[in-house]
């Protein structure tokens, strides 16, 4: 974690915007040393980071550098903070001020340079300390700790050897069937994926002992890989195990080991591969945690049809997928409450005996709490199978309930922790923020991504947005099975939502706590946290006082559903967050001004909360990245606001849209969500006098914000349409359009007219009159198409051949007057979803649906049960259709 820390000061020190502001403030050469000395010092880090545990005095030297990098990154932070507000000064008095300052800039410049003087001694002192210490250099290496490569190689074996395949009977099946295919007579690999802990290589074990499969090949190896493998290595492993090669003693193959350890590499891959051509052969590689292994590895193995099989594991999905794009990964998934209860008793009662009475429930209680990892189960039914049986000494357990107490629960959580280990770098505080959300809740990984970006996790990349790299990691943690897939976006394919393991969140928690990134605090903490250093906190339910969060270095307030008794107080003094999320904090009805000098924010999360207004101050906030106040009373909102140039995401309401209309260019915001105002705000009928003023309003602020990538508006009345589209075709970089109300005046304008790489268009409440399909359809890059409620009242809807060539996802929702639907030959050839609900008057699906070879899932909610008879009838070759509260 330090490593990531360290890399991130250092690249923010490199940036070019950041270069000019230190030398127009006089600190460039002392910042340029503070960078090549933590570049420098990074270089040792590894070799710190993999001696930390038990060795307080290293611990002590890694803390020291990431304190120092902290106190780097608040330099860095109000220095650009001096230059942004130096340039919009500029702006308005001209460049007579680009070099010249104000009496207050020059203290804090001269305390700017103070600090870094005492900075420097700092690492001065690390430099000196680590030479004592004996901390090497391993620079860009990926040496490993011996001990903990001796436990990735020797421990989840002796855990999986126990870990029984209940619930993987139809998973061994599958595999066995595809291993014993006598028709595919190529090369073949067969992955098994899933997190550490699943069962991967029981299951695999299973596999290869089969009586089936040993009577199919002929020749046999098991090979386990690591972390830190060696090609040649690994070629020998296999080697000694098909060919039998032992000690010193010669085998068919005429070679002995002592011969073999001398063989070069090409020379070992030749005779290996010249063995195998001629046998059907069975090779398991155990534990693969890199694609590289099998670009490597595949040359030793012939493809000469003769059958032969590589049987894979690994935790990284990628790595089966380059393995064999054409098969199939089969995935792992946790065990449902069924298999867990009957893996947990196994394990923590003796053969044939029933579960006493008195300990049913808190035993049931107990193996949920493993959340269907087999690996948790076999771990605790274990650590319970030695206690005595009592209610008081499992209700103990139960209340104590902590993996690190005993010896096999940190084992359970050092093997997950390989996981953790394996990461890049970069991906490790990502990993760790996932963690500070409440235990089991659905994730959103658009927020998550704010928070990432917001946070100074994410880099700025040449091709992509910051937002755009977010989300491919996001992606790489889901591959890596370090988190859990909930939904994808049907039209990007992004991860949408997202899970975390109670396991791995603790994994996280633990990580964090030992690195200072982050505490949880609980409504059950009290005082806990106190005298504990934090740069982030978490709080769940219940915030004590301000002295909870009192801290000069405190960067992040993360809030969960906080009840708060002390009003928005406890935010005074807090003038370093970057973050502060307060999202259902119901009771927060006040925001203190003092806010406009916490000038580090980025990331403000306001939704959800009993807010009615805004700080004046918060047009200080220049760095301000995200405003989310969606589902808030607010109606208010500094017409200086748009004057911060950093705005990425903004979720605000129609009053607060028209009381501060957006002017200036925002080259950065991608997101403008404006959200109908809370019914507490103002009167149905006064929003109605305010049409014309936001038409107007709307086409000046599209006019400025070409970057958008989404955009919602959400109003229940009528504005000029022509305002509105006239700049929207301009919108190139729009992908998502929610449009509610009357803003298209009953009839679509012409395709041409909307953003031309539109991937997806939601209507609710728009009235049309007019057929919306031959519009629509021409739209050429649309893949989700959502019609909702009364956003089309006519009786018919065509769409024409070709039409929708790329759509995926078709929803329509409410069309109560709709009663006939026609679809051309070759339209939408794409289409893999259909949802209608509500549609009572259709008569039938069109005659060219059963022409789309593409639908995977056709769902009916609230439809007639004339209609779905008839669809049961006519519909039999769609995968997947799923009816729902029929209608009589």
């Keep these: 974690m330090a490593e990531s820390l360290v890399s991130n000061v250092v690249s923010q020190l490199a940036n070019p915007l950041i270069q000019e502001a230190v030398f127009l403030r006089g600190v460039k050469d002392q910042v340029e040393w503070v960078r090549r000395e933590l570049q420098r010092v990074k270089g040792f880090l590894k070799d710190a980071e993999s001696r930390r545990k038990g060795d307080e005095r290293v611990e002590n030297w890694i803390r020291e550098i990431r304190d120092v990098a902290y106190e780097v990154e608040d330099i860095i932070d109000r220095v650009m903070f001096m230059a942004e507000r130096q340039r919009q000064r500029r702006d308005f008095m001209g460049t007579i001020s680009r070099y010249s300052h104000k009496p207050c800039e020059l203290i804090t410049l001269h305390k700017i340079g103070s600090e870094i003087g005492k900075i420097k001694e700092k690492i001065h002192g690390i430099s000196d300390s680590r030479a004592t210490y004996g901390i090497a250099n391993l620079g860009e290496s990926s040496a490993v700790d011996e001990s903990w490569q001796s436990l990735r190689e020797s421990s989840p074996h002796s855990y999986d050897d126990d870990i029984d395949v209940i619930g993987f009977e139809n998973d061994k099946k599958k595999i066995v069937s595809q291993l014993l295919d006598r028709n595919k007579k190529a090369r073949c690999v067969i992955s098994i ?32 890989v690591s972390q830190s493998y060696r090609g040649i290595e690994l070629a020998k492993d296999i080697m000694k195990k098909v060919m039998g090669i032992k000690k010193k003693e010669e085998t068919t193959a005429g070679i002995t080991l002592e011969e073999l350890e001398q063989m070069g590499e090409e020379e070992v891959r030749e005779k290996l591969r010249d063995f195998l051509r001629d046998r059907k052969y069975l090779v398991v590689m155990d534990d693969v945690w890199s694609v590289d292994v099998w670009r490597e590895m595949q040359r030793v193995f012939p493809n000469e049809n003769k059958g032969g099989r590589i049987l894979l594991t690994t935790r990284n999905i990628e790595v089966a997928r380059d393995a064999e794009p054409w098969i199939p990964p089969h995935e792992l998934h946790l065990l449902d409450a069924t298999e867990s209860w009957k893996l947990f008793r196994k394990k923590a009662f003796p053969p044939n005996q029933d579960v006493p009475t008195e300990l049913e429930a808190l035993a049931q209680k107990l193996a949920k709490k493993c959340g269907g990892l087999p690996l948790a189960l076999v771990v605790l039914g274990g650590l319970l199978s030695k206690k005595d049986g009592s209610y008081h000494e499992w209700s103990r357990v139960a209340q104590s309930m902590n993996w690190e107490d005993s010896r096999d629960g940190k084992e359970c959580l050092t093997i997950l922790g390989l996981s953790y280990n394996d990461l890049p770098y970069p991906l490790k505080p990502c990993f760790l923020y996932i963690a500070a959300f409440p235990e089991d809740s659905i994730i959103s990984a658009s927020k998550l991504v704010r928070l990432w970006v917001a946070e100074g996790f994410i880099p700025q990349e040449q091709r992509r947005t910051m937002e755009e790299t977010a989300r491919a990691w996001l992606d790489n943690l889901v591959q890596r099975c370090m988190i859990q897939l909930v939904k994808r976006s049907k039209t990007h394919g992004w991860v949408k939502c997202i899970r975390i393991h109670d396991l791995l969140r603790d994994l996280g928690q633990s990580e964090a706590r030992r690195d200072g990134f982050f505490l949880q605090v609980r409504s059950s903490d009290v005082g806990v946290s106190h005298g504990i250093l934090s740069h982030r906190r978490a709080f769940h339910n219940h915030m004590q006082d301000e002295a909870d969060v ?11 559903s906080l009840i708060l008794t002390n009003g928005g107080r406890f935010l005074n003094g807090l003038n370093l967050l970057r973050v502060l999320d307060l999202e259902g904090a119901g009771a927060l009805e006040e925001l203190p001004k003092q806010i406009g000098g916490m000038i580090h924010l980025r990331y403000l999360g306001l939704r959800r909360t009993s807010l009615k207004r805004l700080p004046s101050s918060i047009r200080h906030l220049l760095n301000l990245q995200t405003l989310d106040v969606r589902d808030t009373n607010i109606d208010w909102l500094p017409k200086s606001f748009w004057k911060i140039r950093t705005l990425r995401h903004v979720y605000i309401n129609t009053l607060m849209f028209l009381s501060a209309p957006i002017n200036g260019d925002h080259k950065n915001l991608q997101t403008l969500r404006i959200m109908r105002p809370g019914k507490d705000t103002i009167s149905r009928l006064l929003i109605e006098t305010c049409d014309e003023m936001l038409g107007k309003s709307l086409g000046k602020a599209l006019e400025k914000t070409d970057s958008l990538f989404s955009f919602s508006l959400v109003i229940p009345n009528f504005i000029e349409r022509d305002v509105f589209f006239a700049q929207a075709r301009k919108l190139h970089k729009l992908r998502s359009l929610n449009l509610r109300g009357g803003l298209l005046q009953r009839q679509l304008p012409d395709s041409s007219q909307f953003p031309p790489n539109l991937t997806k268009l939601v209507l609710l409440l728009t009235y049309l009159e007019q057929d919306p399909m031959p519009v629509l359809e021409n739209l050429p890059n649309l893949r989700l198409l959502a019609l909702n409620w009364q956003s089309y009242l006519g009786t018919s809807m065509s769409c024409s051949s070709g039409g929708f060539p790329l759509l995926q996802h078709l929803v329509l929702t409410e069309m109560g007057i709709l009663e006939a639907w026609t679809v051309g030959v070759g339209a939408m050839p794409r289409l893999t979803h259909l949802l209608i609900w509500q549609c009572h008057n259709l008569e039938m699906l069109p005659e060219g649906l059963p022409r789309l070879t593409t639908l995977r899932e056709l769902r009916l909610v609230q439809m007639p049960r004339e209609f779905n008879n008839k669809v049961r009838n006519e519909l039999r070759h769609i995968p997947s259709i799923i009816f729902e509260r029929e209608l009589q």
């Design 193 to 224: 994926v899933g997190m550490g802990g699943l069962g991967k290589t029981t299951l695999a074990r299973k596999v290869y002992n089969d009586p089936a499969i040993r009577e199919h090949f002929n020749t046999f190896a098991w090979v386990s």
């Design 550 to 560: 009192s801290s000069p270095h405190l960067r992040t307030l993360l809030g969960f």
